[in-house]
């Protein structure tokens, strides 16, 4: 087990481009959640999904990202019409849905919007 | 879920004991006390959580206070590996897929 791996790691785009990043979890992972970071600041929540379903979405998540799982294993996050205020690191993170709700993230995908 | 409040920065000699505080004044009382850290530019790592009682792992121990409004993350012996961002949130559950809050965190730097 590798653990959690994102992909690309680094992403550079023109402001008004549509990027697509990539999570793979953990393999007996049920939960999958999507993070973003700005410089100097923790983590913020964006979304959340038990197998397939997404069960909750942050109100950072515009009508310009969209996040599927399609079949419970990998998820992608899409982002529409870059702005430059999308800067920012992209982290993954998976948790089983049994026992303890450990949180395991990826490295994250840096993505710089110019 | 409750706030909580660190100190942006702390400083620890390598090989003493690193005490990282936290006050989370609100919390309630279904809520745990978990502690993170994010070393530069790598995803977080869980450390430690816990409820009421102090708890302890081969990473850390955790002290809570007995009204539950703060806590103390120590690393007993820190190594300059353990520099990095250290986040105390405060969270419904431990088991549910709930999301964590991250605040700011503390930056300890373990100096030679």
């Known amino acids: 087990d590798t653990g959690v791996s994102q992909n690309p790691r680094h992403k550079i785009t023109k402001r008004g481009q549509n990027v697509t990043f990539r999570c793979d979890p953990i393999?007996?992972?049920?939960?999958l959640y999507w993070y973003r970071q700005t410089l100097g600041q923790g983590p913020e929540f964006l979304t959340y999904?038990?197998?397939?379903?997404?069960?909750?979405k942050s109100r950072l998540l515009s009508d310009r990202f969209s996040a599927e799982r399609p079949k419970g294993s990998f998820s992608t996050l899409e982002i529409q019409r870059t702005e430059q205020g999308d800067s920012a690191m992209y982290l993954c993170a998976s948790s089983q849905m049994t026992g303890l709700d450990e949180q395991f993230f990826g490295p994250g995908t840096r993505l710089t919007v110019l | 879920d409750a706030k909580t409040t660190q100190p942006p920065s702390m400083d620890c000699a390598e090989g003493r004991a690193a005490n990282l505080p936290c006050n989370h004044s609100?919390?309630?009382?279904?809520?745990?006390v978990y502690w993170y850290r994010q070393i530069h530019s790598q995803g977080p790592q869980y450390i430690i959580h816990?409820?009421?009682n102090n708890e302890t792992n081969e990473m850390a121990s955790l002290i809570i206070t007995e009204d539950r409004k703060s806590s103390t993350l120590i690393l007993p012996h820190a190594t300059l590996r353990d520099t990095a961002v250290y986040y105390c949130i405060v969270r419904v559950g431990e088991t549910s897929g709930s999301r964590l809050t991250f605040g700011e965190g503390t930056q300890l730097t373990v100096n030679p």
């Open positions: 393999s007996e992972h049920n939960r």
């Open positions: 816990g409820l009421k």
């Open positions: 999904f038990q197998n397939e379903a997404q069960l909750e």
């Open positions: 609100t919390i309630s009382g279904n809520e745990y």
